[in-house]
């Protein structure tokens, strides 16, 4: 079966370590996101890339990284400049307009 | 700056009641989404709508593209529906999506 696969579950780390996040699709989508959720707030867009080898900034994408070598992944690295990196991280894709959104069931990231 | 609001932001229902959740927003979109996030935190689409009315089992979702104002009912409601249903209208190029902070809903047996 299609779908996204985020991993890990569950994920925690040091304060001043960087961490990245798996995301991984095998949906045949062009388009691939990472959005940050924390309690109270909606969804906030980090990045999200079109196509391979390009990508662009969301909302709130300073502290962290990504890149799009492959159509199916787009891991993003949540560095040691990002000040409040705990979270909840949501991967989506579609298809190029936006049809087919589909998400990830995400990756909870502690820093302590 | 709130570009979607969501009502109720709590919602707590009997088994078997109609419940509808309020989503207006105030950007041009081309279409709008009704997700749903389980406790675990896995989203699910329910819906995309750029007109009209959608239904799917117990679900419909309607939307007034004028009026800037979709919603979401469940029918005949029961406790596996409880989750935040989030309501996440899309911009015209289908890139950028607009979330609101989601209805948190359960329902009692």
């Known amino acids: 079966d299609g779908g996204i696969t985020q991993s890990p579950k569950y994920l925690f780390r040091k304060e001043g370590q960087n961490v990245t996040l798996s995301c991984e699709q095998n949906?045949?989508?062009?388009?691939m996101y990472w959005y940050r959720q924390d309690p109270g707030q909606g969804l906030r867009l980090i990045y999200y890339?079109?196509?391979?080898?390009?990508?662009q900034k969301g909302d709130i994408a300073e502290g962290y990284s990504v890149s799009r070598e492959k159509k199916e992944s787009f891991p993003l690295t949540v560095t040691s400049a990002q000040k409040n990196p705990t979270a909840f991280y949501l991967c989506a894709s579609s298809m190029a307009g936006g049809s087919g959104y589909t998400f990830g069931s995400g990756t909870r990231l502690t820093v302590v | 700056k709130n570009e979607v609001e969501q009502s109720p932001q709590n919602l707590t229902a009997q088994e078997g009641e109609f419940i509808t959740i309020n989503c207006s927003y105030s950007v041009g979109i081309s279409a709008l989404h009704w997700l749903q996030q389980h406790p675990g935190g896995g989203i699910v689409s329910l819906f995309m709508l750029s007109s009209g009315k959608k239904k799917h089992g117990r679900l419909i979702a309607t939307i007034n593209i004028q009026e800037k104002h979709s919603s979401l009912h469940i029918t005949a409601s029961h406790p596996r529906d409880s989750a935040v249903y989030i309501c996440a209208p899309t911009e015209n190029t289908g890139n950028q999506f607009y979330f609101g902070t989601g209805t948190s809903l359960t329902v009692i047996p």
């Open positions: 949906l045949n989508h062009d388009a």
């Open positions: 890339s079109q196509i391979v080898n390009d990508f």
